[in-house]
Every structure is written in C-alpha cells, then in structure tokens.
C-alpha cells in the first residue's frame, strides 16, 4: 500500500493537491497516466523517466518547487561568464560539459548523466572553455567534461564520454583526497561520499590479509623469543661454568706455588741440622 500525490505540469490550470492510495489494482494505471509521482512509502520516491531517489524536501510547497526544477532541462546552458556566475558556486561542485564542436553521442550520453545524478550535482553546457570561472586559460578543442570543485586541483577534465566512464569519473573525482570529519557542515556531503565509494570488498580482503599476516607475525615473534630465552639461558651457564673453571685454576696455581716454597724450607732446613753436625 502506498500514498500518493500527483502533479501534472501539462495542465497548469488544475488546481489543488490530489492523495491517492494505491494497491495492485490501481499502480499501473496511475503510474502511466501521470509525468510525475511521488510515492510515500517510508521515503518519498520520484517516479521521472526512471526511478529514483527523492531528495528534496518533504513539505507540500518544497515538493512543488522540486519537480518544477526536475522538468527543467538537465543541464543549463552556459552563453557569458555572467551565467557561469550565477550557476557555479565556491563550495559546490559543479560539472560543465564543453563542447566546441557539438557531437550527438558525447552530448547525449552528458545530458543523460545529468540527468542521472542531477539530485547530486548542478549541470551547465557551454561551446567555450574561457568563460568557465576555472581553467579558462586552456584552450579545449575536442568535447571534454570539466568538474570544478573546491578542493584538490580546483577542477578535472575528462575526454572519455562513454557512460560508465562518466560515471565513475564524477564518482572519484568528487571525493576530496584528505576529507576532515569535524563538525563543519561544509565537510560532511564529502565524508558520506567517501563512505559511500568505499571498496568495502577490498577493505576487508585487506584487513583480512593483515590479519592474517600480523598473526604469522605474532607466532615468528613468539618462537623467536623461545629460542633466544634458550639461548641466553646457555649463555649465563657457560659464563659461570667459565668463571668456576678460572677459580679453580687460579687456586690449583696459588696452591702450587705456596707447597713449592714449603718443600724449599724444608730442604733448607735439613741442610742447616746436617752441617750442624758436621761441624759437631
């Protein structure tokens, strides 16, 4: 079951809101009568040319100005540096397609991907480079997609107009390469981007793989500090083994020496009594 409110700018003259509940009966039918339908589930959802998430506000008259400017085009055109002014701002992110020679696949697939993630980012087009407020100073002479931003290099061009190129060109290049997490306001849209194009795969493989090396690690460690334990074990023992052997020897030495001077009395002795008695 779903609530719904419909609003159909081809009759302009219609007035009021209308809420219908819809079900199974009635979805397909509403849903093909209608350019544009908001869905009240437990968030709002913009049924445009595709479905996508809604992301603006969620009172009556914020609801009408968001498909106001969801029926305007994609992507404005830029014709003076008066409008790159009025369109781009400093602390936002804004994505211009140059085009100097107009190529109808490169154009279509921009348009598209303004349209896309037009929720996200603001769009403009333009034939000249040098009016855009960065990067004017460069000539461009093929179609190219320029993303100015207010952080890193300021702004980033892509040549590759392919659709998933785009994609993953805006994706990356919208991330700052350092994004503070502090309670500035004007960060946190960069810190939920980040988030959001995590790898999570990789990061886990990763935290996988160091998890795994670190307990390799660990157990090396451990086993190296057995053996050198043992080995410092060994070494107190030779150490006093060798200090006992050089005490014993220096005591077999005093020994000797003091026994030797003991046997020369002895001798001298004898000597004095036997002259004695010669002399007697």
């Not at 000539?139 to 952080?151: A, E, G, M």
């Not at 086993?223 to 052997?245: D, H, K, N």
Request: charged content about 25%; aromatic content about 14%.
């Amino acid at each position: 079951m779903a609530r719904v409110s419909t609003l159909n700018f081809a009759s302009q003259s219609r007035q009021g809101e209308h809420v219908l509940t819809l079900d199974h009966s009635n979805f397909t039918d509403t849903v093909s009568e209608h350019n544009y339908i908001v869905f009240e589930f437990y968030a709002p959802r913009l049924f445009l040319e595709n479905i996508q998430e809604y992301k603006g506000p969620r009172k009556a008259d914020g609801i009408v100005t968001y498909l106001e400017e969801q029926n305007s085009p994609a992507s404005a055109e830029i014709k003076s540096v008066e409008d790159a002014a009025n369109l781009f701002g400093e602390d936002n992110i804004f994505i211009v397609g140059i085009f100097p020679e107009l190529i109808r696949e490169e154009f279509d697939n921009f348009t598209g991907l303004a349209k896309k993630l037009r929720s996200d980012y603001d769009f403009g087009h333009t034939l000249d480079a040098k009016i855009l407020p960065r990067g004017g100073e460069s000539s461009v002479d093929r179609p190219t997609v320029r993303l100015l931003k207010p952080f890193d290099e300021l702004f980033v061009d892509l040549q590759d107009f392919h659709v998933d190129a785009l994609e993953k060109f805006v994706e990356e290049a919208s991330v700052p390469i350092v994004t503070l997490f502090n309670k500035d306001p004007s960060n946190h849209p960069f810190v939920i981007m980040d988030i959001y194009s995590m790898n999570f795969d990789a990061l886990m493989d990763e935290l996988t793989f160091r998890t795994d090396s670190g307990l390799k690690f660990g157990w090396f460690f451990l086993v190296y500090l057995i053996f050198y334990f043992i080995g410092f074990a060994f070494f107190c023992v030779e150490s006093l083994l060798s200090i006992w052997v050089i005490q014993q020897v220096d005591m077999y030495f005093r020994g000797s020496g003091k026994a030797a001077e003991m046997k020369r009395d002895a001798a001298r002795g004898t000597m004095r009594a036997a002259l004695t008695l010669i002399k007697c």
